[in-house]
């Protein structure tokens, strides 16, 4: 059974194509998955999906590129969701520095706030990072995040380590079976398995065989399959290391 720890609701899908959507990741056989929030539509559609089907998850958060979303009502329509068994980290959150529309001081003031909602509400933080990869790593340790995952981890072995000596994890998309991925690979062939994840971001990052197409989590299984040849291991032990690790990530302490 694959687990597929970073899929987005499909929010402009309707709800015999989301049943669809699920049914092929079924018969791929992945069996849990982590329905993440970005924004106000899509933290709600998260919640309604995770309640609605069997092995499904939900996180709850603002992305740094949709910061307009952090308000007050938003901050606590989290924290009435975080009391949800089925709502199982907050995120994503997190520094952006490609896109340049949006100020880093107001991307940080929003990261931290919800660092500090995740610790008091001890839940994970599902962490985006992109070109800003020491500067997503100071915050979290300026806020003492206690458990944090580097979702869709982009960054080479030797930002990595410094991940993985907090304590963090590193979740590989899509991206890691791209042939140009080589420092990404190299962090996914060196790193400690016990601190890895597998996800889709879908429906974003297609793996290589479908790159450039929609992406559905029924395609878990080719980054898994891709992480197991890079570590020199069959797939069937890279699933159980992830769903282990997930459970071990995502468990609700309260």
Request: proline fraction near 4%; charge should be negative; hydrophobic fraction near 40%.
């Amino acid at each position: 059974m694959w687990i597929d720890t970073h899929c987005h609701p499909f929010v402009n899908a309707s709800l015999a194509e989301q049943e669809a959507i699920l049914a092929r990741a079924r018969e791929a056989g992945v069996g849990q998955m982590i329905v993440v929030g970005f924004d106000k539509v899509a933290n709600r559609e998260a919640v309604r999906m995770a309640e609605a089907h069997e092995g499904l998850w939900a996180a709850v958060g603002v992305h740094p590129c949709e910061c307009a979303a952090w308000t007050d009502e938003e901050e606590v329509f989290i924290r009435e969701a975080a009391k949800n068994p089925k709502v199982v980290a907050l995120g994503e959150m997190g520094m952006d520095f490609y896109h340049k529309d949006f100020p880093k001081d107001v991307q940080e003031a929003t990261f931290r706030r919800q660092i500090r909602l995740a610790n008091e509400l001890d839940l994970p933080c599902i962490v985006h990072s992109r070109e800003a990869a020491e500067d997503t790593l100071r915050i979290l340790l300026d806020e003492g995040a206690k458990r944090a995952v580097f979702h869709c981890y982009s960054y080479d072995y030797e930002f990595g380590k410094k991940v993985w000596a907090a304590g963090y994890y590193t979740s590989f998309s899509g991206v890691l079976t791209y042939p140009n991925a080589k420092p990404i690979q190299e962090a996914a062939a060196k790193g400690p398995l016990d601190l890895m994840l597998i996800e889709t971001d879908c429906p974003w990052l297609a793996p290589q065989s479908i790159r450039g197409k929609p992406n559905e989590m029924a395609f878990v299984g080719e980054v898994g399959k891709k992480l197991a040849e890079l570590r020199g291991v069959d797939s069937e032990e890279i699933q159980e290391i992830c769903l282990r690790n997930a459970n071990r990530l995502f468990v609700k302490n309260t």
